[in-house]
């Protein structure tokens, strides 16, 4: 199984910080990963795929690069609707694992 | 637009079984793969299982392998997993999720969440 991890577990920011969440692969993944926000007691919404195609309706301050193991979630100025949880995914096989979360609060 | 709505959650003892449910409309659903994701209650998210377009191949995670079995019937558009031997380690909000990619085009990310049904298993 691929195993995804995700750092840090938890980061406090304030409203027009630039956050960066990182997410490894045990193994290459070549660029199938996914990116999801969730919100307490909603399902995840996606935000990027292909590790750096935005989904259509997802606002521009959010990015994601990276290929094979290393990948990167970037919000370029975070705001007040942007505090939740964010999961990365890997689909490189159908046997799916996500990242264990990281939760962006105050 | 996308709908994906689960059904069939509720409290169980540990030992039995459940069967849930997911109806889907707004898409094509018999050219696309459906996931089960999990969810235990203040935790992160596990896959369960997936089930190809066609039905044809399903894939189980370890933690549920030989317990449960996903279905789905194409022309019902739905999509179910029966969960036997239930275990207190299976409580969790269950969501179904399809993925963005269109047959047998590979695995692909999951772009429709469902709004999940909260199985609790218990004694």
């Known amino acids: 199984d691929i195993q995804m991890t995700q750092s840090p577990s938890t980061l406090s920011a304030s409203v027009g910080d630039r956050v960066t969440i990182t997410c490894r692969a045990s193994?290459?993944?070549?660029?199938?990963l996914a990116w999801y926000q969730q919100k307490p007691g909603k399902a995840p919404k996606l935000l990027i795929y292909k590790a750096s195609s935005l989904e259509s309706g997802v606002p521009s301050r959010f990015s994601g690069s990276g290929s094979g193991t290393e990948f990167t979630l970037t919000i370029s100025s975070l705001q007040p609707d942007d505090f939740a949880t964010y999961y990365c995914?890997?689909?490189?096989?159908?046997?799916?694992?996500f990242g264990p979360g990281t939760k962006v609060d105050i | 637009q996308v709908q994906l709505v689960e059904s069939g959650g509720g409290v169980v003892q540990p030992g039995r079984s459940l069967r849930l449910s997911c109806a889907a409309s707004g898409f094509t659903f018999s050219s696309y793969g459906i996931h089960w994701v999990r969810q235990a209650p203040g935790k992160g998210l596990e896959w369960v299982a997936f089930i190809s377009y066609d039905g044809r191949n399903k894939y189980y995670a370890d933690s549920v392998k030989g317990r449960f079995t996903i279905s789905r019937d194409n022309p019902k558009n739905s999509l179910y997993l029966q969960m036997n031997s239930l275990r207190v380690e299976d409580t969790a909000v269950y969501y179904c999720?399809?993925?963005?990619?269109?047959?047998?085009?590979?695995?692909?990310?999951?772009?429709?969440w469902g709004q999940g049904t909260l199985v609790t298993v218990s004694s």
């Open positions: 999720a399809k993925i963005g990619v269109y047959g047998a085009a590979g695995p692909g990310e999951i772009d429709y």
């Open positions: 193994q290459s993944i070549s660029s199938w």
């Open positions: 995914q890997q689909y490189d096989t159908y046997e799916v694992t």
